[in-house]
């Protein structure tokens, strides 16, 4: 049987008249049933739009009444399709080096998303030598940058890219930063203390503005919550958190109905319980004993149950363990963490091993962190007990707002 060749594309403006073959209860195809129909639209080889559907024979009765069904059919698919698609915004999404693979995770959740690439070279002295194909094919269209800011270097390096994208016409912009990195261990204790979160937020308040007004800032999980305050009027901080993620994989659980979850001080308690609420807690706090700070439950009972830790992100990982040790001989049955942001300087994943059943106090039974900080992902990737949970569908449909 001969397959017909997609027939070439066309402008979404124009309206063509194909003929296509008629399906009948005899056979597949049969030429002398032809049905007309007028495509209004033809996006990116995937979307069309029948605005008219009929059949061109009226000879024989019964094979009418199965056209007419099958125009229904394709009419009432041709309707629902394009309501999702008017619903929809089309997104032009480019992307940073580190997070291509969470780009193209993204660009799965929705046809509406468009991916394109940069080129990011370096001139003999090290500095960036950056350039955007077809920048013109942008205008007017919603565009998205997919950042990671892992080191003060790739900063550099896409501020450029942040700064230019908003002044080549689009309709919008966004930017999609999953971990806003500055300000994690920085305390304002003596004059002289510079906060660079603070900077960072300036520096990406200065962000020009595109014909849609104001840039909107995706971020996830801030670590300090007054560092939301930092930025200016020209930028629109759109907060959002991994939270959900972790919540879907615990109803997952073999044991799902015997999870508490555990605070690791009273700052992720603040910043997390009213999204944990449904679950018991266990709060601890570091105290002062001596010249020592050790960790201590403040309340909760963590006997015969799995106690999952969260915040919002971990370093070396000394906090979570000193938890999991005071957890664990206070009778936690299982103990696992769960973290937004896993950065891991110096390869410190490596502290934390896999508990297959019976060892608490010295191993986990599951890590889950997102991959809001793509190099981490490719280092803890496949090794238990650590699983990412991806953030591409809570981005693709923040770039919807």
């Not at 009418?64 to 999404?93: D, P």
């Not at 998303?113 to 194909?133: C, M, T, V």
């Not at 840039?215 to 930025?231: G, K, M, N, P």
């Not at 009027?233 to 659980?253: A, T, V």
Request: glycine share 6%.
């Amino acid at each position: 049987m001969a397959v017909m060749p997609l027939p070439p594309p066309f402008p979404a403006t124009s309206t063509k008249l194909l003929k296509l073959p008629t399906l009948s209860h005899s056979s597949l195809f049969r030429s002398n049933f032809i049905t007309k129909c007028e495509i209004r639209s033809f996006e990116n080889h995937r979307n069309w739009t029948i605005e008219h559907f009929s059949n061109m024979n009226n000879n024989n009765n019964n094979n009418n009444n199965n056209n007419s069904s099958f125009s229904s059919s394709l009419v009432s698919a041709s309707s629902a399709s394009q309501h999702a698609m008017k619903n929809s915004k089309k997104v032009v999404l480019f992307y940073s080096a580190e997070t291509k693979s969470l780009a193209y995770n993204i660009a799965s959740e929705s046809d509406a998303i468009e991916l394109r690439s940069i080129s990011w070279g370096k001139f003999p002295d090290g500095f960036p030598n950056i350039f955007i194909p077809n920048a013109q094919g942008i205008r007017g269209q919603h565009v998205a940058f997919l950042a990671s800011f892992s080191s003060p270097a790739v900063i550099f390096e896409q501020i450029p890219v942040i700064y230019a994208l908003p002044k080549l016409f689009v309709a919008s912009f966004t930017l999609v930063l999953p971990f806003f990195p500055t300000g994690t261990s920085e305390r304002m204790e003596d004059e002289g203390d510079i906060a660079t979160a603070f900077t960072l937020a300036r520096l990406l308040s200065n962000i020009p503005i595109s014909r849609g007004g104001p840039t909107s800032l995706v971020t996830f999980d801030i670590h300090a919550l007054q560092e939301r305050f930092y930025f200016g009027d020209n930028i629109l901080p759109c907060f959002e958190s991994g939270i959900p993620l972790l919540k879907r994989r615990l109803q997952d659980l073999p044991d799902s109905d015997n999870i508490s979850i555990a605070f690791p001080d009273d700052g992720a308690w603040k910043r997390f319980h009213k999204q944990l609420q449904h679950f018991p807690t266990v709060v601890c706090a570091k105290v002062r004993e001596g010249d020592k700070r050790i960790v201590r439950i403040k309340e909760g009972e963590p006997k015969g149950r799995h106690i999952v830790i969260v915040d919002d992100l971990v370093q070396s990982g000394g906090t979570l363990i000193e938890c999991q040790k005071v957890l664990a001989a206070h009778g936690a049955s299982k103990i696992s963490a769960y973290v937004t942001h896993g950065i891991f300087p110096n390869k410190s994943w490596e502290r934390f091993g896999h508990d297959n059943g019976g060892n608490p106090e010295t191993a986990f039974s599951y890590f889950w962190i997102t991959d809001s900080c793509p190099l981490t992902v490719k280092e803890v990737m496949h090794k238990p007990p650590f699983e990412v949970l991806s953030l591409a569908s809570s981005i693709s449909a923040s770039l919807q707002i």
